[in-house]
């Protein structure tokens, strides 16, 4: 809505109309910043150069060809997504039942609880990394692709359990109670009625999830060690002993695949605010 500045003095009203005309313009800078060194990697991944450079030397598709017969680039590929897809998996499953408690049954020293879900994200991750190291070494699983699976659950896990608890406040517990009423156990009451309309929720934290566990270097360099060697770790491993364009084309694949994931968790979550029913219990993070 247009800002009415017909009751400001002349000045005011000049330095109204020179903000609204300076933000655009510092808008448009602030996404350049953001976005240029992005833009600069997608661009030299097609320089057909024998190194990396920008301005490119010309137009080739050789070194995404690189990358997709390079047998190291896929392994380090498919050990991401397969962290990635455990890591998910573990997260939804135990971020959606610690939403559900959480908002549903509202537990003693619920403050206390929220608080220990949501402190990975306050924690730096050199510091829960160790910390998952010296636990899972004194458990017998040491560095470890079961290590790594459990470190990334553990960090994306309050992601899960913040998107999974707005999509509940959006879901009014009487639609179970009046399903139960009639009949229904407390299980199907939930599978049929809450399930579907928090569904939205839980794919997008999922989404969420995935693209955290994607990105994610530090736990996985010091729980993973040389035995786990994912997608960012091996482009930083490259880069340490050779200027390769391929890391360019690997980048590039990386970012084109964690945007679509973010565009349609965002979609979701739109969509999960359009139908959202309202609720008139307390709660939330």
């Known amino acids: 809505m247009e800002r009415n500045t017909t009751g400001l ?8 109309r020179a903000l609204k005309a300076l ?14 060194p992005i833009i600069i990697v997608i661009v030299m991944s097609f320089n057909s150069a024998l190194y990396l450079s920008f301005p490119p030397k010309g ?3 050789r070194w995404y060809g690189r990358y997709f017969s390079d047998p190291i680039y896929i392994d380090s590929s498919l050990k991401s997504l397969l962290v990635g897809a455990g890591a998910v998996l573990l997260s939804t499953v135990f971020g959606t039942m610690a939403a559900y408690a959480l ?10 609880i929220n608080a220990m879900i949501l402190s990975p994200l306050l924690l730096p991750g050199v510091v829960m990394g160790l910390a998952l190291l010296y636990t899972l070494s004194t458990l017998g699983l040491g560095r470890s692709m079961i290590s790594v699976v459990l470190g990334h659950t553990l960090y994306v896990l309050p992601f ?13 517990r009487h639609l179970e109670e009046v399903a139960m009423s009639l009949g229904a156990s407390q299980w199907y009451a939930f599978r049929t009625v809450t399930l579907p309309i928090i569904f939205p929720g839980i794919v997008s934290g999922a989404l969420f999830a995935f693209i955290l566990s994607l990105d994610e270097f530090i736990i ?3 729980l993973g060690g040389v035995h786990v060697i994912t997608l960012p770790i091996r482009i930083f ?4 002993f050779a200027v390769d364009p391929t890391i360019a084309a690997v980048s590039t694949v990386f970012v084109f695949v964690t945007t679509i994931l973010f565009v349609v968790a965002t979609r979701l979550k739109a969509r999960e605010r359009q139908t959202k029913i309202p609720s008139t219990g307390k709660g939330g993070f």
């Open 23 to 36: 933000g655009p313009v510092f808008a448009g800078t602030v996404y350049l910043f953001l976005l240029a």
């Open 160 to 172: 899960v359990v913040i998107i999974v608890s707005s999509a509940l406040q959006g879901c009014e």
């Open 220 to 222: 996985t360099f010091l």
């Open 9 to 16: 003095s002349p000045a005011n009203r000049r330095a109204a």
């Open 237 to 240: 491993t490259s880069l340490r």
């Open 59 to 61: 137009f080739s598709l």
């Open 103 to 112: 908002q549903r049954y509202r537990p003693p020293m619920y403050g206390l």
